[in-house]
Every structure is written in C-alpha cells, then in structure tokens.
C-alpha cells in the first residue's frame, strides 16, 4: 500500500511539474485563415537578454531559424528577407535603427511570404515568457498569439531553441484544426 502511494505521489509531482514548467495559451482571431500560410517570415525577434548564458539577438534570430525545420511550411530567416529588400529597393535594414528597419520590414515583407512573426522574450529570475505574434502583410493584422511560459534552469539557446520548435508545432496543429473546422462549417452553411 505504501509503495502504490509513493508511485501515485510521484506521478502526480511528475505532472504538476510538467505541467508548471512549460504552460502555453494561444489565440486565433476570428476569421483567421491560418490554412493560407505556406510562406512564413522571421522579423527581428525584440528579445531581452538578462543573463549572460542567453543567446544575444542575432544568435536568437538565428535559433528561431534553425527551429523551424519542425515545421510544415517554408520559413524565410530574417537575413534572407533583409537581404531580398536589399536586392528590390537598395535598402540595407540591417544597418538601420531598430524602428525604422521595422517599418521597412513590415512594409515589404509581404512580396515573398503570407505571414510573418515577431517572437519576444519577457525575462525575469526564474522563468521565461515567450511571445510569438504572427501578423498577415499588409494590414499588418494579428492572426495568431502563442504564449509561453517556460521554468528554464539554464536559460540556454538549447532552451530557446526548444521553445520555438513548440511554437511553430503548436501552430502547424492549430493551422490544420482551424483549416478543417472553416471547411466544416462551409459545408454546413452550403
């Protein structure tokens, strides 16, 4: 009796604990068409670096790169997206100030993907919180939030790296529940 308890008192601080050191919440905007996005972009992430272990930004813009071989669609860095205005319009975001690259960016990015995202990191002693907003070019409207909450001991690149892949997991997911869900109501609506 005393080991059933034991094993029953293990598995649930198993799970509480999962459970308290990932947690994610995500939103999608009525109407969202996440279905249409084949093409998706890395804008330059607005990330804050309070320990010396985390990678800085552009080893953070990078990692969110190298995540997105978890996921189903094509995933333009932000280096090739820079380097494609560059081509187009002859002007070098790299070398301008964080808002006005911003503003470039957001201005042409919708010639060569369907989306883009910002990922943003919210830091404090102990626990990461992980921001990804996906906007549609153009109108520059939100189509999708995920946010996560992340215990991390190490606050590594290894840390950061395994949190994207969640998110653009938990995206591709979402992408084909919302996609199946439209077309179900499509058909009930016909």
């Known amino acids: 009796m005393k080991k059933i308890f034991s ?12 459970t308290a050191l990932a947690a994610y919440k995500e939103t999608v905007p009525e109407g969202a068409d996440l279905g249409a996005v084949k093409r998706l972009a890395i ?12 990678p800085t ?22 280096d090739e997206i820079a380097a494609q205005i560059k081509k187009d319009i ?3 975001i790299k070398t301008l ?3 006005e690259a911003r503003k470039v960016f957001e201005e042409n990015v919708g010639k060569y ?3 883009y995202f910002v990922a943003t990191t919210a830091n404090n002693n ?14 520059n409207s939100l189509i999708y939030e995920y946010t996560s909450q992340v ?18 997991k938990q995206f591709d997911l979402t992408a084909i529940k919302v996609t199946k869900e439209a077309a179900k109501k499509a058909r009930k609506n016909r």
């Open 151 to 168: 215990g991390m001991a190490g606050k590594t690149a290894k840390d950061y790296q395994r949190d994207a892949e969640s998110f653009y």
């Open 90 to 92: 002859g002007v070098d």
């Open 57 to 78: 930004d552009e080893e953070y813009a990078q990692l969110l790169y190298n995540a997105s071989k978890v996921a189903r669609c094509y995933v333009a860095s932000y």
């Open 43 to 54: 804008a330059w992430p607005q990330h804050y670096k309070v320990d010396d272990k985390e």
């Open 7 to 18: 094993a029953l008192l293990m598995t649930i601080f198993l799970l509480t604990s999962a």
């Open 97 to 99: 100030d964080r808002r």
């Open 126 to 139: 102990r626990n990461t919180q992980f921001f990804y907003y996906i906007y549609k070019p153009g109108d």
């Open 113 to 115: 993907v369907d989306a």
